[in-house]
């Protein structure tokens, strides 16, 4: 199977896949200084994937950003995660401070070879920014990154010409690059319920 045919398959998942629930924090629900969001269902979607990874017994892997500045500041309430993850017991647990999961504390690249994991669904927040990044690291470093567009948000944001984006319109861009390079399996959280229970 090409790489090509790879991406164009039916999505199936692996009894190991690992569900990464990037920065679901509460310093993001802050509109006043993030601004307008898309996808108001996000976080509604992310907690279908937790309930489908906790019933087959999958891993997940909750990643938590810290920030000098701003509201996901170490030790402010907007640091903490949304109680519904929050309420989730990890395989693993990290903290970053920039925007690809791959560069946090502990180290993901190490666990998940360690493991022998290949598979990783990417989910949380920021999609165009922290999900992004990581997807695409994923891929560079050959994972088969799995990216539900629906289990995520992303924020308005103005360009240095003055042109502000929606966030659907950011987010749509996001699908299309990581899908049109093979960054990542741009799928729909149905998609990913289903092959969880396949």
């Excluded at 269902?41 to 994937?49: D, I, T």
């Excluded at 519904?84 to 560069?103: E, G, W």
């Excluded at 299309?176 to 093979?182: D, E, G, I, K, N």
Aim: charged share 20%; with cysteine.
């Amino acid at each position: 199977m090409t790489n090509t045919d790879a991406f164009d398959a039916p999505l199936t998942l692996d009894p190991d896949a690992v569900l990464l629930l990037i920065d679901v924090q509460k310093g993001f629900e802050d509109h006043e200084f993030w601004g307008p969001r898309d996808n108001p269902q996000a976080e509604q979607r992310m907690a279908e994937l937790i309930a489908a990874w906790q019933a087959t017994g999958r891993p997940v892997v909750t990643v938590q950003h810290a920030s000098t500045a701003g509201p996901l500041v170490e030790g402010t309430p907007g640091y903490e995660l949304k109680d519904f993850v929050a309420d989730v017991t990890p395989a693993l647990h990290i903290t970053k401070t920039v925007n690809s999961a791959f560069y946090g504390t502990p180290d993901l690249h190490a666990w998940l070879r360690e493991r022998g994991a290949r598979q990783l669904v990417v989910t949380g927040i920021i999609t165009n920014v922290c999900n992004e990044t990581t997807a695409r690291m994923a891929g560079n470093l050959g994972y088969d990154a799995i990216f539900p567009t629906d289990a995520m948000h992303a924020f308005d944001m103005t360009g240095p010409d003055g042109t502000t984006l929606p966030a659907a319109e950011l987010a749509r861009a996001t699908a299309t690059v990581l899908h049109a390079m093979r960054f990542a399996k741009v799928v729909t959280t149905e998609q990913v319920l289903d092959a969880a229970e396949a």
